[in-house]
């Protein structure tokens, strides 16, 4: 039996087009030989839809379509996710489900046993569990359905489970001799190897082929990098689709010739092809065709506007330099030979003018008290005005540019640097920034090489260094590292890499002080294995202290 890998990107409620799209590569299925397609988790109406599932009109539209796209489909057995009613006399109405569709009819309907609730999944909010396996017969072979986090729960691959049940053992003992698993797994880094060890285990230790099937592409703060697999009854990889995009490979039960993609060569070409994805999808799922981005002269924004360039093409990037009292002529010369590498749109807009007129306005209200933060934040939000004038005027999405480290410690500005649709590097802490920066001159100097020498600045007063207020970055991310994803206290923290506590415990306090910032923040592109917003839940008024 040959089964194709659908692996493709939706849109969440966009039934028509996710529909379209279904038929499409079950057609390119059938050209090639498949006797059976599998598409991801929740195909058919996009995935996560959230609270869209408490819209009764949601749930008919979604089990109309199936309907619809089972008289649309080729005549080979396709599997596809979709929500419908879950007709359970209590609990939720709505279900998690995978269908079958053959002949123009639904010859197999299952409910997703088990549903995660952590991180930032929140399944249980909204779907009833289901109670019955699913296993079916085809072509003399035993399949056996499951949905995502039904297969992250093997006795053999895990020291912890959160869960009794384990489906992939039910169905192993109701006789299985293959396993098709339809998903949508977020990407963070060390993601794709560990779904590729858990699934290879499944395989080894139950002796059957094991047909993972992901979801690719951005929808929201979400992203889910695809790299589909499938692997024989041995443990060895037979089939892998490309990771963050669309493709269709397949894998041949009896043996047959392997269909491998070329994965990420490392870690960091990971991150910037996810993040590429990100802002594409999050730009066009949300309508815009074009972004504006501010160009200081630094690393964080070089690294948006190359981002930028690449995921939407140069003519649909617009960079803007806004020189102020104390920003230096290296940064202005900086952004422009930038625009000039990337090819994208270039402009100046001067804030001197402006943060004078502020000033003249306000020193009467600030009589008797001294310049300090106040009157720096001021020019963060003057850039952060023109900006969204820009975004405003030619319906452009205003990327912001700070990253997951500034983030952290509340080293931003509330409607200054802050401002924007989408935070797309409020996720990399600023080492990775780094690392991203010497991915992309890889070939050749695209981001000035002054831009990655150049001391950390935000330029709000003279001689201003990142480093006047902040420790060095690689020891800032590591406590912060520790701190937000391994929830490891201070005094650990500190003992472990040798730093001293008091740092440590400043640094913590600032991270604590600083989620009302967070939670103002625009949605943030997730790759590490937690992130602010969605996947991180902390109240902004609380009093507790480690």
């Given at each position: 039996m040959k089964i194709a890998l659908a692996q493709i990107n939706t849109t969440v409620g966009d039934f028509a087009g996710n529909v379209a799209r279904i038929v499409d590569f079950a057609q390119r299925a059938q050209s090639r030989g498949a006797d059976w397609v599998v598409f991801p988790e929740l195909a058919l109406c996009g995935y996560p839809p959230r609270d869209l599932v408490e819209r009764p009109e949601f749930l008919s539209r979604c089990e109309a379509e199936l309907a619809r796209l089972a008289g649309l489909l080729p005549p080979i057995p396709t599997?596809?996710?979709?929500?419908?009613?879950?007709?359970?006399?209590?609990?939720?109405?709505?279900?998690?489900?995978?269908?079958?569709?053959?002949?123009?009819?639904?010859?197999?309907?299952?409910?997703?046993?088990?549903?995660?609730?952590?991180?930032?999944?929140?399944?249980?909010?909204?779907?009833?569990?289901?109670?019955?396996?699913?296993?079916?017969?085809?072509?003399?072979?035993?399949?056996?359905?499951?949905?995502?986090?039904?297969?992250?729960?093997?006795?053999?691959?895990?020291?912890?489970r959160f869960y009794t049940r384990d489906p992939v053992e039910e169905t192993s003992q109701a006789g299985a001799r293959l396993i098709l698993n339809i998903a949508s797994s977020p990407y963070a880094t060390d993601k794709i190897q560990l779904r590729h060890d858990m699934l290879k285990t499944?395989?080894?230790?139950?002796?059957?082929?094991?047909?993972?099937?992901?979801?690719?592409?951005?929808?929201?703060?979400?992203?889910?990098?695809?790299?589909?697999?499938?692997?024989?009854?041995?443990?060895?990889?037979?089939?892998?689709?490309?990771?963050?995009?669309?493709?269709?490979?397949?894998?041949?039960?009896?043996?047959?010739?392997?269909?491998?993609?070329?994965?990420?060569?490392?870690?960091?070409?990971?991150?910037y092809l996810a993040l590429c994805l990100g802002i594409r999808d999050y730009v066009r799922k949300c309508g815009f065709e074009k972004v504006v981005v501010g160009l200081s002269g630094g690393i964080d924004s070089s690294l948006v506007a190359t981002l930028a360039a690449d995921a939407l093409g140069a003519p649909n990037v617009l960079g803007v330099s806004m020189p102020g009292p104390y920003s230096s002529p290296g940064s202005l010369r900086d952004a422009q030979a930038l625009a000039g590498n990337l090819g994208i749109e270039f402009r100046v807009v001067p804030i001197t003018p402006v943060f004078e007129s502020y000033l003249t306005s306000l020193d009467?209200?600030?009589?008797?008290?001294?310049?300090?933060?106040?009157?720096?934040?001021?020019?963060?939000?003057?850039?952060?005005?023109?900006?969204?004038?820009?975004?405003?005027?030619?319906?452009?999405?205003?990327l912001s540019t700070g990253n997951k480290s500034e983030l952290?410690?509340?080293?931003?500005?509330?409607?200054?640097?802050?401002?924007?649709?989408?935070?797309?590097?409020?996720?990399?802490?600023?080492?990775?920034?780094?690392?991203?920066?010497?991915?992309?001159?890889?070939?050749?100097?695209?981001?000035?090489?002054?831009?990655?020498?150049?001391?950390?600045?935000?330029?709000?007063?003279?001689?201003?260094?990142?480093?006047?207020?902040?420790?060095?970055?690689?020891?800032?991310?590591?406590?912060?590292?520790?701190?937000?994803e391994e929830n490891h206290g201070a005094q650990e923290i500190a003992a472990q890499h040798h730093l001293d506590e008091g740092l440590v415990r400043e640094t913590i306090r600032r991270v604590n002080g600083a989620e009302y910032k967070r939670q103002q923040a625009p949605p943030t592109l997730k790759v590490t294995a937690k992130a602010f917003g969605m996947g991180r839940r902390f109240p902004i008024a609380q009093k507790f202290k480690e």
């Open positions: 599997l596809v996710g979709y929500v419908r009613r879950s007709h359970a006399e209590q609990g939720k109405p709505v279900a998690d489900a995978a269908a079958v569709l053959a002949g123009g009819k639904i010859v197999l309907d299952y409910t997703k046993i088990l549903l995660p609730f952590y991180d930032v999944f929140d399944e249980s909010r909204y779907f009833e569990p289901g109670r019955e396996i699913a296993v079916y017969d085809s072509g003399g072979l035993r399949l056996a359905v499951t949905i995502c986090e039904d297969i992250w729960n093997d006795k053999n691959f895990w020291k912890k499944i395989a080894t230790t139950r002796r059957v082929p094991v047909v993972y099937v992901n979801h690719v592409g951005g929808n929201d703060q979400l992203l889910f990098d695809g790299s589909s697999m499938a692997f024989d009854a041995h443990g060895e990889l037979r089939a892998r689709a490309k990771s963050f995009e669309e493709d269709l490979v397949l894998f041949d039960t009896e043996g047959g010739a392997c269909d491998l993609r070329p994965a990420p060569a490392s870690e960091t070409e990971e991150v009467p209200a600030f009589e008797g008290r001294p310049r300090d933060v106040t009157e720096e934040n001021i020019q963060a939000r003057i850039r952060g005005n023109i900006l969204m004038a820009l975004s405003n005027k030619f319906n452009t999405l205003l952290a410690v509340g080293y931003c500005t509330l409607y200054g640097d802050m401002a924007g649709g989408l935070a797309a590097l409020a996720d990399v802490p600023k080492t990775m920034v780094y690392e991203l920066a010497r991915y992309v001159n890889r070939a050749g100097e695209r981001i000035p090489q002054a831009c990655i020498d150049k001391a950390p600045s935000a330029e709000l007063r003279p001689n201003q260094t990142d480093q006047d207020t902040l420790p060095p970055y690689d020891v800032l991310d590591t406590i912060l590292r520790d701190y937000i």
